[in-house]
Each structure stands twice: as structure tokens, then as C-alpha cells.
């Protein structure tokens, strides 16, 4: 027997199916003796689980109950504001909801003053000076206090003598 039948001859116990379906299900069950077994076994458990199951009783009404959660939510909201400005003056109440939420934005915007970088340039500086027989790169970083200066001929290749150009200045 597959596992929808015996779903079916389980809702049919419990009255779940339409007359049609429960028709057909109470005619398996007539002439099916596994049906049968299961019908029988599933009417006992359902017997037993009932006969054992424990009567529980709420000892007050389900409106009671909630009126009385309700009364104590109330309760507490009224409590809840008077003991937090008790005892604080009108000042130190006004500072404490406005002054606190300014000093953590100035706290934020002080940490950001302090991440953020201070510029976006780069601090050294690149020159390109060309000219009809090569050029000259100057790179200047006073950060690390490094000075390039590269020769290149009209190809972009390095020259090894610059003495041998002649219209490039020379620095001093």
C-alpha cells in the first residue's frame, strides 16, 4: 500500500474527506484486508491518544488573562517616565536628549577629520621636457627626498652619456 492511501484511510478517520472521497475510501477498506489492519490500528491509536491525553484548564478566563497582561503593559509604560526624569532638572533633561546626540556627531565627524586623507595630489612632482633628438624626465619627491632625472633619445631609450646631447640643460 503506498503512502497516499494511507493518507486517504487516515483523513477518512478523522472525517476530513468529501462524500465522494469517503465513499471510495470506506469501499477499500470493506474489501482491502491491509486496509483493514491499518483502519483498525490507527481507530486504537487515536483511541488511546485521546483517552491519555491530559485535560489542561486555564484557572481564568482567556479574557481575563489578556485584560490582566494588558493592565501590567500599561502599567509599566506609566512607571517607565516618571522614573527616568525623576529626581533630573529641566535643564539637565534638555541636555541629555539634545547635547548628547550633537556630541556624538561631533565625535564622528572629528574621527573622520582625522582618517580622511589630506589630499588627493601626489606630493611629488614629474616634468617631461622633450625635444627633436630625445628629452629629458625630471621626478621630483620631497617626501623621501628622491630627484630623477632620465635621458631618453627621439625612440624613448635611455642614453647612457647625456653629455653628448646638445640642446638639453643640465641640471646644477
Known sequence: MNIELELKIQAWLDNELSANEAAEVAALVATN???QALAAELKSLKA???????????PESREFYW?????????????APQSESAG????????RSWLAPVAG???????LIVIAPRSSEPEYSETDTPSEGGGVIHFKDPAS??????????????????????N???PE
Open 67 to 79: 485584560s490582566k497582561i494588558e493592565r501590567a503593559i500599561a502599567q509599566s509604560e506609566r512607571v
Open 105 to 111: 556627531l561631533a565625535a564622528m565627524i572629528a574621527v
Open 168 to 170: 638639453v640643460e643640465k
Open 48 to 58: 488511546f491518544v485521546h483517552a491519555n491525553e491530559p485535560a489542561l484548564t486555564v
Open 88 to 95: 533630573l532638572s529641566p535643564i539637565f533633561a534638555w541636555a
Open 33 to 35: 484486508t491491509e486496509a
Open 145 to 166: 627626498g628622491m630627484t630623477v632625472i632620465w635621458f631618453y633619445d627621439q625612440a624613448g631609450n635611455p642614453i647612457q652619456n647625456p653629455d653628448s646631447i646638445d
